[in-house]
């Protein structure tokens, strides 16, 4: 089950209304510890729909500062391949990370 309950369906409330039922009805559905969503920019903007409605909801820009400074904040995280496991930055180093790689990351809201 993706941990995303963010109102792009439904409200956020019948959506993890919903989301609780499911769990209930089925116990052995799984729950990512991680909400993964695509951090790369395309001509100054997030080619992910689930990025921009992150951003916008959360009260950032939807462009590349509004991403760096999510992640700059905390808000966000990019998940980074250390080879054996991944592990979600924020902060200048997520922020780097991230260009290191022409926004070429995944990452998810806290």
């Known amino acids: 089950m993706n941990s995303y309950c963010r109102g792009q369906v439904l409200n956020e409330r019948d959506e993890a209304l919903e989301a609780i ?8 559905i799984y729950l990512s510890p991680l ?3 695509r951090f790369v920019i395309r001509d100054n903007v997030p080619i992910s729909s689930v990025t921009t409605t992150c951003l916008l909801k959360l009260g950032y820009s ?3 500062e509004g991403v760096g400074k ?14 054996v496991i991944g592990v979600l930055l924020s902060g200048r180093e997520g922020v780097q990370y991230w260009e290191s790689r022409n926004t070429e ?3 998810g809201f806290r």
């Open 35 to 37: 909400n993964g969503t």
């Open 105 to 107: 990351c995944v990452g």
């Open 21 to 28: 039922k499911l769990l209930k009805a089925h116990p052995n």
């Open 62 to 64: 939807n462009d590349y």
């Open 70 to 83: 999510a992640i700059l904040d905390g808000t966000a995280g990019v998940l980074a391949d250390t080879g």
